[in-house]
């Protein structure tokens, strides 16, 4: 069974960091490209960060780049979101997926698995 469980969302103050994580089975880690993808409630999907760790690339979108990292640990199957500088508007639920080669996209059904999601809160 092909599970992506999401965890280290929570509330935190502008300026602030939080580590995302996500815990990959079920499907062979190291062939996959992994994507964080976000949604502020009541709006659609946005695509935040991908990597491939078959070639170290990553991708970010421009509203998070040079503020956040994604990483992996393919030792644990782990995905991993470094967030730095927070701001309010990136208060959102944030989306763990996985596709079977690279895609830079915020459609749920352009990849082949997708998380439960984790809360994240920016305020004061």
């Known amino acids: 069974e092909v599970q992506l469980v999401e965890s280290g969302g929570g509330t935190v103050q502008p300026g602030g960091s939080l580590r995302l994580s996500c815990a990959a089975s079920g499907f062979t880690f190291d062939d996959y490209a992994m994507s964080w993808v976000r949604q502020v409630p009541g709006k659609g999907l946005e695509w935040v960060s991908t990597?491939?760790?078959?070639?170290?690339?990553?991708y970010y979108a421009d509203s998070v780049k040079g503020r956040f990292t994604i990483s992996t640990d393919n030792a644990k199957n782990t995905l991993y979101l470094q967030m730095n500088s927070l701001k309010p508007e990136d208060t959102a639920v944030y989306f763990c997926?996985?596709?079977?080669?690279?895609?830079?996209?915020?459609?749920?059904?352009?990849?082949?698995?997708w998380g439960q999601g984790t809360q994240v809160t920016v305020s004061s």
């Open positions: 997926a996985a596709k079977e080669g690279i895609i830079l996209s915020s459609r749920r059904y352009e990849y082949d698995y």
């Open positions: 990597i491939y760790s078959y070639t170290s690339n990553t």
